[in-house]
């Protein structure tokens, strides 16, 4: 199986902030690799595909980067709705592997 | 518009089943697999199989194989997701989702909870 490292496991910032995560995947996944948003008690949210493609209706201070086993993951600007747990999956191969999530909370 | 509508939440006794649906609507049933997650407290999502709508075929994680049956009924749109012999650590919420490589349509989650 594909483990998928991600860190940080919880950060916190303020509004305006410019925040990043990373995932690691431990073998090359080419750029099968998605970013979702879950906030407590709902299911998680697809952002972001194939590594860097923003899913419709996603605002643009989402953005993603990365191929290979090294993916970045950013916020350009942290809004309110912002605050929420992210995380990694990836695709490329059986069974879907996900991050264990990094969870961002208001400084 | 795609939407997955699954099954109430459920509680159980160890060693006893549960099967849980997941209802499509707003596109075409057979044209996506129909994938099934879980996440148990405090842990990271963990995918458990997936089927085929349009022929049935499935595949599942070798953590859950042999306890897990995933069936559809196409001429409701409907997917479940059976889970024999449960245990404690079955806890979780469950989630169906579409996919297209990204999951890009969730069920809202059903909490199954086992406890005796």
């Known amino acids: 199986d594909i483990q998928m490292t991600q860190s940080p496991s919880s950060l916190s910032a303020s509004v305006g902030d410019r925040v990043t995560i990373t995932c690691q995947a431990s073998?090359?996944?080419?750029?099968?690799l998605n970013w979702y948003q879950q906030k407590p008690g709902k299911a998680p949210k697809l952002l972001l595909y194939d590594a860097s493609n923003l899913e419709i209706g996603v605002p643009s201070r989402f953005s993603g980067s990365g191929s290979g086993t090294d993916f970045t993951f950013t916020i350009s600007s942290l809004q309110p709705e912002d605050f929420a747990t992210y995380f990694c999956q990836q695709y490329d191969s059986l069974p879907r592997t996900f991050g264990q999530g990094t969870k961002v909370d208001i400084k | 518009q795609a939407h997955l509508e699954q099954s109430g939440a459920e509680v159980k006794k160890p060693g006893a089943s549960v099967k849980i649906s997941c209802k499509a609507s707003g596109y075409t049933f057979i044209a996506y697999e129909i994938h099934w997650l879980r996440q148990a407290p405090g842990q990271r999502l963990e995918w458990m199989g997936w089927i085929k709508p349009r022929n049935g075929d499935t595949g599942y994680s070798q953590n859950v194989q042999g306890r897990v049956t995933i069936t559809r009924d196409t001429s409701t749109s409907t997917a479940y997701m059976e889970l024999r012999g449960l245990r404690r650590a079955d806890t979780a919420v469950y989630y169906c989702?579409?996919?297209?490589?990204?999951?890009?349509?969730w069920g809202q989650g059903t909490l199954v909870t086992v406890s005796s």
């Open positions: 989702a579409r996919d297209l490589g990204p999951y890009d349509c």
């Open positions: 073998q090359d996944i080419s750029r099968y």
